[in-house]
C-alpha cells in the first residue's frame, strides 16, 4: 500500500523522471502480461469494495451534498462492478500498437511505412472522479502509456486507496510501479505538471470547464480539452413526442452531474402545445425548467410552479450539472442551429425529428463531436461507443474527436527500410 499523498509542495521532477524511464520499458512489455494485470486489477476492485468505499466515505464526509461534484465523487458497489466489467472489456480488446497504418514503396526502393505507437508520459488533470483513476490506468497501460495523476483534494482518499491497489498488483507483477504515479493534491503539483515538459508528453483535463480553460491557457505540454458538456436536444417540427418524452427525461436524469446530461431543450414552436407533456417526467424527479417567454406560457399551471422560472442571460450556455434544465422556443430550424452554435460547447447535440432530409441537415450542419438523432445524449461514453472506457471525451478537432479510448492514445512513428540507398 502506498502512503497517503498530503497537501504539500514537493519537487516532483523526480516523480516525473521515473515515469519517464518506467514508460521506455512499458514498451517492452507483453501483451499478454499486460491483459493479465488488467484482469488482476477489475479483481482486486471487486475483492475490495469495502476498503474502497470506506475511504470514498472519507472524501464524501468533506464535501457538501448540494455540490454538483458529490455525485461524481460518490463510488457505489454497483459503480465499482461496472468499473471493474469496463477494465476486463479493456483487457479482452485488440492491441493498439504496432498496427501498420500505411506501407509504401517508393521508386527508388525504400519502403516506408506508418507505425502506431504510444505517447510515452500521459498526465491526467482531474476533479472529484475517482473511477477516472480505474479508466486511466487501464487505457494507459493497455496502449503502453505511462500516466501521471493530478486528482483533485476533494478525492484524495478515494484516489490513494485505489492507486495503492493497482501499484501492489504492479509490483507482485514485477513491473515497475512508477507506470501509474499519483501526485500530491496541491496546487503547486498542478503547475508543475502542467510545465513537465521533458517528461510528459501530453495533458488531459478532465472536468468543469474552469480546469480546462486553466489548463489550456497555463500548460506548455500539448493538451487535449474534455469534458465540459453544454448539450442540446432540438424536438423538431415533426417530433415523435413518445419518443421526445423519454428522450429528454433519460438524458436530463439519468446522471445530472455528467458531461453528456442535457441541458437545454429547443423546441419549434409549433410544437409549443406538447411542451407539457414531453417535460412531464422531468417533473416527478424535480427538474427545475428556465423557460423562455413563450414556453414559460405554455408551462405555466401545467408544470409545478415551484420547479418553473423564467429564463435570462445565464440560463443558456450553461452545465448545469443538476437537475435543472432551460427552455429555448424557436421558429425554424435554422434558428435552432444558431442557438446551439451560439452556446454549445461541440460536445453531444441532438434533433428529435421524423423528416430525414431535417435528420442530414443536422448531422451536416451542427459542430460536435458527437451528433444524434433520436436518441439520448447519455449515450456518449466510450463503454456505449464500444470502446472499453475512456479517458475523456474530446471536444477540439485535433488529433482526437468525441470518446478517446486506446486508438487515440497512440501516435505514430515512420519506419524506413533501405538497402544503401543515397539521396542525390
Known amino acids: 500500500m ?27 512489455l507483453d501483451g499478454d502480461i499486460i491483459d493479465r494485470i488488467l484482469v488482476k486489477v477489475a479483481d482486486a476492485a471487486i475483492e475490495n469494495t469495502e476498503y474502497i468505499l470506506a475511504e470514498n466515505k472519507k472524501d464524501l464526509a468533506l464535501m457538501d451534498e448540494s455540490d454538483p461534484k458529490y455525485d461524481r465523487l460518490v463510488l457505489t458497489a454497483n459503480r465499482i462492478e461496472s468499473i471493474a466489467y469496463d477494465i476486463m472489456n479493456i483487457a479482452k480488446m485488440k492491441n493498439p500498437l504496432g498496427h501498420i497504418l500505411s506501407k509504401e514503396t517508393r521508386q527508388n526502393g525504400l519502403i516506408i511505412s506508418r507505425i502506431s505507437v504510444p505517447f510515452g508520459v500521459i498526465g491526467i ?15 494507459c497501460l493497455k496502449s503502453g502509456n505511462a500516466c501521471v495523476l493530478k486528482g483533485g483534494s476533494d478525492a484524495i482518499n478515494s484516489n490513494t486507496a485505489i492507486v495503492g491497489l493497482i501499484r ?13 504515479t499519483l501526485l500530491p493534491a496541491g496546487r503547486d503539483e498542478t503547475s508543475q505538471l502542467l510545465n513537465a515538459v521533458e517528461y510528459v ?21 500539448p493538451v487535449i480539452e474534455t469534458g465540459a458538456g453544454i448539450c442540446h436536444t432540438y424536438f423538431d417540427e415533426s417530433g415523435d413526442k413518445e419518443k421526445g418524452r423519454a428522450i429528454i427525461y433519460n438524458a436530463k436524469t439519468r446522471r445530472v452531474s455528467v458531461c453528456n446530461a442535457l441541458d437545454c431543450l429547443i423546441i419549434h414552436e409549433k410544437r409549443l402545445n406538447d411542451l407539457e407533456y414531453l417535460v412531464g417526467l422531468c417533473a416527478d424527479s424535480n427538474v427545475i425548467i428556465y423557460a423562455d417567454e413563450k414556453a414559460y406560457d405554455v408551462l405555466k399551471g401545467k408544470y409545478p410552479g415551484s420547479l418553473l422560472q423564467r429564463a435570462d442571460n445565464e440560463s443558456y450556455g450553461t452545465e ?13 430550424f435554422g434558428e435552432a442551429i444558431d442557438h446551439i452554435e451560439e452556446f454549445g460547447s461541440k460536445h453531444s447535440e441532438a434533433i428529435i425529428s421524423e423528416n430525414k432530409t431535417s435528420i442530414r441537415l443536422f448531422y451536416s450542419s451542427v459542430d460536435a463531436s458527437s451528433i444524434y438523432s ?3 445524449t447519455a449515450f456518449t461514453d466510450g463503454s456505449e461507443f464500444g470502446l472499453g472506457a475512456e479517458i475523456g471525451i474530446s471536444t477540439q478537432k485535433l488529433h482526437a474527436r468525441g470518446p478517446m479510448a486506446l486508438e487515440a492514445l497512440t501516435t505514430y512513428k515512420w519506419i524506413i527500410e533501405g538497402n544503401g540507398q543515397i539521396r542525390l
Open 2 to 28: 502506498i502512503t497517503k499523498m498530503l497537501n504539500y509542495q514537493m519537487d516532483c521532477t523526480p516523480l516525473f523522471r521515473n515515469a519517464r524511464k518506467a514508460s521506455r520499458a512499458l514498451s517492452a
Open 168 to 180: 501492489e498488483i504492479l509490483q507482485e507483477k514485477e513491473v515497475n510501479q512508477d507506470i501509474l
Open 320 to 332: 448545469f450539472l443538476s437537475y435543472k434544465m432551460a427552455v429555448k422556443t424557436v421558429g425554424s
Open 201 to 221: 508528453d501530453l495533458l488531459i483535463p478532465r472536468g468543469s470547464r474552469g480546469l480546462i480553460d486553466y489548463v489550456r491557457d497555463n500548460a506548455s505540454i
Open 125 to 139: 488533470i482531474y476533479e472529484a472522479r475517482p473511477n477516472v483513476t480505474f479508466d486511466v490506468f487501464s487505457l
Open 374 to 376: 433520436n436518441a439520448s
